[in-house]
């Protein structure tokens, strides 16, 4: 770990400012690329009130939040104000309040806030507000301990030295720029207008990313200056900056690393120079020895080793202008904790009530944004969020933002069967199962067997009637089924995405990593890509996504399955921000279609580091056989041993095989006791669960042996079956749970 890290030292002196250049110093060009970092997070102190549009509004905002906290009386909002646009409207009208214990009328009887008043809709386009203060919980894992959201609690940022780059709000004149008129603040329209004028300027990226991958040290001389020229006497007026040399850095090393605020300095002296190369460096110094005196600073600075910052650092092409300062911001993002957000559960409520019924409890809260109706942003809770009535009766589950992206991009459909192929703990489960309002059914598989547990807490939890929990390991599909409409592959990644919960990933991440990483994803994206029914009347989707921020891991995997599946095309993802993914990287080219895919990072949406591309899976025209292995495999990324080698698991991934049939074609799932039957045209299939007794399957199993075709076997991998089956009113059923093939096909969904 870095010395921050590991000493969890105070924070070190403030850096002086005034040796940074001034907004106006900066000029246009600076404003522009500022106005992009301007997306980052912003350390808000915890408030609930939006304070733009009505301070009036926002002031009795806050004194309601606070006074119905503590006395717990007010008239409700009237429930024609559920559709003014709020921000608060109901996500589902027709939900099904089957739980007794949850009474929205009570709740709102005892409610003594206005919500109406606490909120201003206006700005609910931002993707997330200010980070108030830290809260643990993983991004796709809820953690079961409660946590209690203080505005008390100390938070890490409160430990962090002052931030080394000035950043838009802090250094620019923003007089021309989007959020102007908006108090500085970031909205969604001003954030994707910035994203449009970073990706025109990544047309020229790939040429320079090129010369730099093949080691093409760009010109001094063709260097541009971020600076105006009339910026010129001032600088003339800063002391010179002194890089060290290998000698001195080598020397430096010996006495055991540089002094903090050294490297502090440094970095900032080393962007400076960088952004005015041509004036500021040393005689016979190349570009390329500032930005490696800039990645070991950032370094040892926050903790990473050399190669991840590497890796990180190229993300932000050499081509673009403030390069530097977003790599910086993006590692500053990483030391601040992303704000708490909720999934509202419309298997049990909807998103106001349960506002209403957490204000009472002294919650501030807001929803997140018009990309979201069910997210809620929580600023401040004097109860643990993770404890509340509310969270135990499953009206909620806590989520970091960016886990709804993929799910709402999937977009599943109700009656649709969909695989979650990497689903624990759940979080996009229990999503998906309730976009669907608990009818089809969702596969929920996760070879982590250890992780299926809070996977079924969770499923049980939230109400879920429509999902079966297995444990096999991804790349078994479509062998263990198929026929999906549509597949959702939450990949195992590096998590390069949410270092800001995990630090541990600063160092423990290695090349050999991002390599295995890499290679597992291709082979589970085939497999999610071979488990969609391409004939799918309402679907035929995948999504891919993960919690990384690397190529290797993102529009590589995708590029991949391209070209590996050309019976796949990539299509947009209906989220309505987010960067678009690389074309081009480091002298790579990917398919066009890649820039529909999209990339989320913490200092631009204030969301975990994230990625999302959606897939159609078309009919194939012919027969198409993988006539080459899926991937070069090293048999050690097999984790499952002596299951299923690598080679095996290669050759089946294969089209139309007559072995494949059975899966691909009609496929029918039904719960029969708290067990699984797959039925296809072909034959019949009882799942027992693992831990089925003896006179169990004898009573199934003589059942379905009355049906010719019927098989059945105990699987240890069907971990739970959550869903309940309505007996069969078919007379020519002879018995109560297995219903004759014609009637369990008419009516296999039919499920209570
Ligand atoms: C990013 S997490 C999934 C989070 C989950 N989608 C959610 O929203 O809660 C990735 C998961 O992949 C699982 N995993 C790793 N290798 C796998 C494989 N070969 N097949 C299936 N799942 C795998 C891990 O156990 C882990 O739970």
């Known amino acids: 770990m870095g010395r921050r890290s590991k000493n969890k030292q105070g924070a070190p002196e403030p850096l002086e400012k005034k040796v940074w250049p001034t907004p106006k110093k900066l000029g246009k060009r600076k404003a522009d690329s500022d106005s992009d970092l301007d997306d980052k997070p912003t ?13 009036a509004a926002s002031k009795r905002g806050n004194d ?17 104000d559920n559709d003014s646009g709020d921000g608060w409207e109901d996500v589902d009208g027709d939900i099904d309040m089957d739980n007794d214990e949850f009474d929205s009328d009570a709740e709102l009887d005892g409610f003594t806030g206005n919500l109406d008043d606490i909120i201003d809709g206006d700005d609910d386009d931002e993707p997330l507000r200010g980070t108030t203060q830290k809260f643990d919980f993983d991004t796709d894992e809820e953690d079961d301990e409660a946590q209690p959201v203080s505005k008390h609690k100390k938070s890490k940022q409160s430990e962090r030295p002052s931030k080394i780059i000035p950043t838009g709000s ?14 500085g603040r970031v909205t969604m329209a001003n954030m994707e207008a910035r994203s449009r004028a970073l990706d025109a300027k990544a047309a020229a990226e790939a040429e320079l990313d090129e010369e730099e991958f093949q080691g093409a040290v760009v ?152 990309w979201t109706n069910v997210g809620l942003q929580v600023f401040e809770s004097s109860v643990p969020i993770g404890a509340t009535p509310e969270y135990l009766a499953g009206h909620y589950m806590l989520q970091a933002a960016s886990s709804f992206l993929p799910v709402i991009a ?70 263990v089924m198929g026929g999906f409409d549509r597949v959702l592959l939450d990949a195992p990644c590096s998590g390069t995405g949410v270092i800001s919960k995990d630090q541990s990933v600063k160092i423990n991440k290695s090349e050999r990593d991002f390599t295995l990483l890499s290679h597992l ?111 070069d495999v090293p048999d050690s990324t097999f984790v499952l041993g002596e299951e299923t080698p690598a080679e095996k698991v290669q050759e089946d991934v294969g089209f139309d095989s007559e072995e494949d049939r059975p899966y691909l074609e009609g496929m029918f799932f039904m719960f029969l006791d708290g067990h699984l039957a797959i ?68 009516n296999l969904f039919s499920v209570s």
């Not at 802090?170 to 108090?183: G, M, Q, T, V």
């Not at 990539?570 to 895919?597: A, I, M, N, Q, W």
């Open 521 to 631: 994803q291709k082979q589970l994206i085939l497999c999610a890509i071979d488990s969609v029914n391409p004939d799918s009347k309402t679907g035929g989707y995948i999504v891919y996504s993960t919690c990384s921020v690397t190529v290797d891991e993102n529009e590589s995997v995708v590029d991949y399955a391209l070209r590996k599946r050309p019976n796949v095309k990539l299509v947009d993802t209906g989220l309505s921000f987010g960067r678009e993914g690389f074309t081009k990287y480091r002298g790579k080219t990917f398919h066009p279609s890649v820039g529909l895919t999209r990339r989320f990072y913490p200092h631009v949406h204030n969301m975990d580091g994230f990625y999302v591309a959606k897939f159609k899976v078309e009919k194939r025209s012919k027969v198409t056989t993988v006539d080459e292995p899926a991937v």
């Open 170 to 183: 802090d250094a620019s004149d923003n007089s021309d720029s989007d959020e102007s008129d908006y108090e």
């Open 64 to 80: 309601k939040g606070k006074s119905t906290a503590k006395n717990g009386k007010a008239v409700a909002k009237p429930d024609s």
């Open 679 to 746: 039925s296809t045209d072909s034959y019949l299939s009882i799942y027992f669960r693992g831990k089925t007794e003896a006179h169990e399957i004898q009573r199934i199993a003589s059942a379905a042996a009355l049906k010719t075709y019927a098989n059945y076997h105990v699987d240890p991998r069907i971990t739970d079956v959550i869903g309940t089956w309505r007996k069969c009113s078919c007379p020519a059923c002879q018995i109560a749970f297995i219903c004759c093939y014609k009637c369990w096909r008419g």
């Open 410 to 479: 999937l977009s599943p459909q109700p009656n649709e069967r969909v695989l979650d192929m990497a689903s624990a703990p759940g979080g996009k489960t229990t999503h998906m199962a309730a976009l669907l309002q608990n009818t089809g059914v969702v596969f929920a598989n996760d070879t982590n067997k250890a992780r299926t547990k809070s996977l079924t807490a969770n499923v049980h939890r939230l109400g879920c009637k429509n999902v079966v929990v297995c444990s096999y390991d991804g790349r078994e599909f479509p062998k």
């Open 219 to 370: 010109s001094d001389d063709e260097d541009e200056d971020m600076m105006d020229e009339d910026a010129d006497d001032e600088d003339g007026d800063a002391e010179p900056f002194h890089l060290p040399t290998a000698a001195e850095r080598e020397a430096e090393k010996q006495q055991g690393g540089p002094d903090l605020i050294v490297v502090q300095r440094r970095m900032r002296e080393c962007i400076r120079v960088l952004g005015k190369f041509k004036r500021l460096a040393e005689k016979d110094r190349s570009r390329s020895e500032y930005t490696e005196q800039l990645m070991a600073d950032i370094a040892s600075y926050y903790g990473y080793n050399d190669f991840l910052v590497e890796k990180l650092f190229q993300l932000f092409p050499v081509a673009e202008a403030n390069r530097n300062l977003q790599a910086i911001e993006f590692f500053e993002a990483n030391e601040v904790p992303r704000p708490v957000t909720i999934r509202t559960n419309t298997l049990k409520t909807r998103r106001r009530d349960l506002a209403q019924s957490l204000v009472n409890r002294g919650v501030n809260l807001e929803p997140i944004g018009k």
């Open 43 to 55: 350390a808000r102190p915890a408030k609930k009130v939006k304070d733009s549009k009505s301070k």
